[in-house]
């Protein structure tokens, strides 16, 4: 996903994005998807986020462009898809080159591009874009608040973002287990309460933030995708291999079982950027 210099692309590259490990997730999100619940949460966000035909939209962390592909489809936006994994990206625009998934819907061809880049180093417009959109990006970057003034910079007058993103409970309400810290380091997470979160896209200068606490939301859907996992588990072996299947599993059943007890949370951001 778009990260700042803690994490490069060769290193999203090498670990959590292989080749291998994004065949293996699309297995469970579906085709074009990397968040949790694939287009299932992703059409309930878009609903809220109420798109309008013709608005430019910044989607940060783009990943296989599926609510890129979305967004572009069925509410007729413009989309510019951005990640700091080029493996991500290539399969993004493989995607869209052929046609496939979401890619298929009238017009997405026309409306939807891809950059492989640096949030913090890129050269988009200020004020260029109405809606910034990201799905589960954010917790790979540790300035939280210097990304979130660059996306402000980024919005036009009256913009608005939309987040969703893993958070976790404060650790001086909670001691965090060494499992979930080592899980944190390994993956490159930075995450942090939901309060703080909605602190910071305060400080970035947006205004009327709403934080929702999605983590029953999300325990469910996790739920969900395990009990499909294991139904698929000669289908999944057979296309990404044992190993694949057993790491992903694991992955759930830990993610399950964390987010049933509020170690890890999970949270959708709304807000706005002022009028002119």
Same mark, same amino acid.
């Given at each position: ?23 293996? $997730? ?7 998807? /990397? #968040? +949790? ?6 059409? &309930?966000? =878009? ?27 069925? $509410? ?7 990640? /700091? #994994? +080029? ?6 625009? &493989?995607? =869209? ?180």
């Amino acid at each position: 996903m778009v990260v700042d210099n803690k994490v490069t692309t060769e290193r999203l590259d090498s670990t959590q994005y292989t080749m291998d490990g994004l065949k293996a $997730y699309e297995l469970i999100f579906g085709e074009g998807f /990397l #968040s +949790s619940g694939g287009v299932h949460t992703t059409r &309930e966000f =878009l609903k809220i986020l109420d798109l309008k035909e013709g608005e430019r939209v910044l989607d940060v962390g783009s990943g296989l462009g599926g609510s890129a592909f979305m967004m572009a489809g069925e $509410y007729k936006a413009k989309v510019v898809g951005i990640d /700091l #994994s +080029s493996n991500m990206i290539a399969l993004a625009q &493989e995607k =869209l080159a052929a046609g496939k998934g979401f890619a298929k819907l009238p017009g997405v061809q026309e409306r939807v591009s891809f950059k492989c880049e640096d949030i913090f180093k890129s050269e988009l417009e200020d004020g260029s874009f109405d809606v910034v959109y990201s799905r589960d990006a954010v917790l790979h970057i540790e300035d939280k608040l210097t990304l979130f003034k660059k996306l402000f910079a980024l919005l036009k007058p009256g913009g608005r973002v939309m987040i969703s993103d893993y958070c976790f409970v404060d650790p001086k309400e909670r001691a965090h287990s060494e499992e979930f810290k080592q899980y944190l380091a390994s993956r490159d997470y930075f995450l942090c309460p939901l309060a703080e979160y909605k602190g910071l896209l305060e400080q970035a200068g947006f205004e009327n933030v709403e934080a929702q606490d999605r983590t029953q939301m999300w325990h469910e859907t996790l739920k969900r995708e395990l009990g499909e996992l294991d139904a698929m588990q000669e289908e999944f072996v057979n296309v990404c291999g044992q190993e694949q299947f057993d790491k992903n599993r694991k992955n759930w059943v830990t993610k399950v079982a964390r987010s049933a007890e509020g170690e890890q949370t999970w949270g959708l951001f709304v807000a706005y950027k002022p009028s002119a």
